[in-house]
């Protein structure tokens, strides 16, 4: 009987393929594991801008509801008969609560609660003329909140603040809730820890830092070494294990006072496909080839998705115009590019929007926004800009004009039209652009003061402006 013979040769190359095999499929899953780990980051950066975006919306919003309760409200008189009883007790909310200072800093809450806050910052700044944002505060409840602040002007002079006091759980609450999956957190802190956004569980730590302490961490110095980044002004990534689950967590500044945002990720995706490339040679190798396909997909899928978070993030969710802060950014633009052409700013506001909201609700007023809106974006150009500025104020932007006989046509149009398709009516200023202007605050300004004319002309009214002359935009 023969015996078959192998040539060492034979066993050696077969011995170098597998070896080779083996040393490509480590490399690859390497390269795999730092390309999905920076994919995630990616990913997580893109959904943490758009939240960023989202929590400044969430204060903004409440800080221009207080302006407009600081402009209406009767300065207290301890009779507890002032108007802003009526109107802070329907608008109160679990997690926020309502009250009105007088100018020796007795705060008066909804139902005769009364609080001296006179040494408090906040207060003093207001008193200031100053509009603020407290750092987290420790509530008599136990609780830690913030508070906004505005003062009350009455004759040139401060008498008194509007306060809301909302709880960090709140903030968190409404941060949270805003589309995010149940994989995805997010928080907002101070440089020292503090938390401003939170959600459930976090209570049982003082500060973000003492939480990942308690967490597994590749090295104990990870921690120090975030809250170095951070107090130095930078963004980074930590990664730790939680439950035995991988968790990503990406920071930033939020663009508010001093304080950070973090969204954090559970990384199950990302460890099940890690332990099923290690299970064999030759069929995670197949396996590979198969994932990467899918991988590139989803990641493709992920940023489109994302993409259009981001977009959506741009747009005012009652109204689908853009919000205020993309307004400015993109008529900053057309005024920095506008070097031959002539512009226009329109300033539109809801004739008696006030009437309506008290007699018929705010779901009425809510619908009433939506039609106005729909009627400008059907009544301009398609490269027009039309924004909410607040409340029910909207900004149209109109660029590339021959002649400013041009948006007073677009603005008669609005009025026709709303008169036509809605139940009210709108004021509408006018302030044209010449080529040489710039200052994107001085043309809103302009527009304001002709809305205000337009106003005083009996409402249901066009003002317009003719464009500032060259010499006073040099």
């Not at 301890?78 to 200072?101: C, H, P, Y």
């Not at 069929?283 to 990641?299: D, K, M, S, W, Y």
């Not at 489109?304 to 981001?310: A, C, G, P, T």
């Not at 809305?451 to 402006?465: E, F, P, T, V």
């Amino acid at each position: 009987m023969n015996k078959k013979e192998y040539p060492v040769s034979g066993i050696l190359a077969a011995g170098l393929l597998i070896a080779a095999l083996l040393g490509v499929m480590e490399i690859f899953y390497q390269n795999l594991q730092e390309k999905l780990f920076t994919q995630a980051v990616n990913n997580l950066v893109v959904t943490t801008q758009s939240d960023k975006l989202y929590f400044d919306q969430i204060i903004q919003n409440r800080l221009y509801w207080l302006e407009t309760i600081a402009e209406i409200s009767d300065v207290p008189d301890a009779e507890g008969q002032e108007n802003w009883q009526k109107i802070l007790n329907w608008e109160s909310v679990d997690g926020m609560r309502f009250g009105v200072a007088d100018a020796r800093g007795n705060l008066t809450y909804v139902k005769q609660a009364v609080m001296d806050i006179s040494d408090r910052e906040y207060f003093q700044a207001a008193m200031q003329r100053k509009t603020t944002i407290s750092g987290p505060l420790t509530t008599p409840e136990g609780e830690d909140s913030i508070v906004l602040t505005v003062p009350m002007i009455r004759q040139g002079e401060v008498q008194g603040a509007v306060c809301a006091e909302i709880t960090t759980t709140a903030l968190g609450a409404s941060l949270n809730n805003y589309a995010n999956p149940k994989t995805k957190a997010t928080l907002v802190f101070t440089p020292q820890g503090q938390l401003i956004s939170s959600y459930a569980g976090m209570e049982r730590y003082a500060t973000i830092y003492e939480m990942l302490e308690t967490m597994k961490l590749k090295s104990d110095d990870l921690v120090e070494q975030m809250r170095s980044e951070v107090l130095a002004g930078n963004s980074g990534t930590l990664t730790y294990y939680n439950g035995g689950q991988l968790r990503l967590l990406y920071y930033e500044p939020v663009g508010i006072q001093d304080w950070y945002i973090c969204s954090l990720v559970v990384m199950d995706a990302h460890e099940k496909i890690l332990q099923e490339m290690s299970a064999s040679a030759f069929g995670v190798l197949v396996a590979i080839l198969l994932i990467v396909i899918l991988l590139a997909a989803t990641g493709v899928y992920l940023i489109l998705y994302f993409q259009r978070r981001v977009r959506e993030a741009q747009k005012d969710p009652l109204t689908g115009v853009y919000t205020r802060l993309m307004a400015q950014r993109q008529a900053s633009r057309i005024l920095k590019e506008n070097l031959h052409t002539l512009c226009a700013c329109l300033f539109i506001d809801v004739d008696d929007f006030k009437t309506i909201n008290d007699h018929y609700g705010h779901d009425e007023g809510d619908r009433v926004l939506i039609s106005v809106s729909r009627v400008l974006r059907e009544s301009v150009r398609s490269h027009d800009i039309v924004s909410r500025y607040g409340g029910d104020e909207f900004t149209v932007w109109l660029n590339n004009l021959k002649q400013e006989q041009e948006a007073r046509d677009i603005a008669q149009r609005f009025l026709t039209r709303i008169d036509q398709q809605t139940t009210v009516h709108i004021s509408v200023g006018i302030v044209m652009v010449s080529p040489q202007e710039r200052d994107y605050e001085a043309v809103l300004k302009r527009a304001d003061q002709a809305l205000y004319q337009a106003k005083q002309k009996g409402k249901n009214q066009i003002c317009l402006i003719p464009a500032a002359p060259e010499e006073e935009n040099l």
